[in-house]
């Protein structure tokens, strides 16, 4: 559970300093919709997750899990030994 902790706080880190969307908006629980990502912000969360992680997580994959806690989930798997 701490891995995907970290990993919903880099998601937060990358979407209310990168992507400017409101940081009490930015919850584990919240949507897509719920935290004001449209289909180009998904595209810039994705860029950002490969280069700031090295690793491959798709803008598809990003639009297909539901909440803010799936995103991290993803991104844990992805990880070296996730």
């Given at each position: 559970m701490d891995d995907t902790?970290?990993?919903i706080t880099l998601i937060k880190d990358i979407l209310v300093n990168e992507l400017h969307i409101r940081?009490?908006?930015v919850v584990p629980t919240a949507t897509?919709?719920?935290?004001?990502?449209?289909?180009?912000?998904?595209?810039e969360l994705a860029t950002a997750l490969n280069e700031r992680l090295g690793?491959?997580?798709y803008d598809?994959?990003?639009l297909d899990a539901g909440t803010v806690a799936?995103?991290?989930r993803?991104?844990?798997?992805?990880?070296?030994?996730?």
């Open positions: 902790l970290n990993d940081e009490e908006d897509r919709e719920e935290v004001g990502l449209d289909s180009l912000a998904v595209l690793i491959e997580v598809y994959e990003l799936d995103v991290a993803l991104v844990a798997e992805r990880q070296p030994g996730g």
